[in-house]
């Protein structure tokens, strides 16, 4: 970089309102209640709907910011996986019988809110795209 260059740096404001919209109409279509989907987030249920309200007010943490790019990514996956819209959108709430899922929903899974969860079920609908599964 020369000395007339400046990085830019992303805008998190940007990033969180979009992500925020994204990642909410994403668990609206896998059947999520707002109090599975606050949890997911990690966002407190007077926040959570203050953004929703006026999504100009967000202000998400970077664990915040990376759980909604982790349910985008997801989703992500699952159009490049599947066809049709309806797999897309019901896989997270079929029971799955590969190792980790053990006959669980992915859904399931992520919603006790641990980014750990949210990583993992992320990792292993991410493999599908190899063909890795079965």
């Known amino acids: 970089m020369n000395n007339h260059q400046v990085e830019k740096k992303p805008d998190t404001k940007v990033m969180a309102k979009a992500g925020f919209k994204a990642a909410n109409q994403i668990m609206d279509g896998w059947g999520c209640s707002t109090k599975d989907k606050q949890k997911i987030m990690r966002i407190a249920p007077s926040t959570y709907h203050k953004f929703k309200v006026n999504p100009e007010t967000i202000s998400l943490d970077s664990d915040q910011l990376e759980r909604l790019s982790y349910i985008v990514n997801i989703h992500a996956s699952l159009r490049i996986v599947f066809d049709n819209p309806e797999n897309v959108k ?3 709430a079929l ?3 590969n190792p980790y899922f053990n006959g669980r929903t992915p859904l ?3 919603r006790d809110g641990k980014f750990s969860h949210i ?3 992320f990792c292993r609908i991410d ?3 190899s063909g890795l599964w079965g």
């Open 95 to 97: 029971e799955n019988h």
């Open 108 to 110: 399931s899974i992520i």
């Open 127 to 129: 493999s599908l795209r």
């Open 90 to 92: 019901g896989f997270m």
């Open 119 to 121: 990583y993992e079920v």
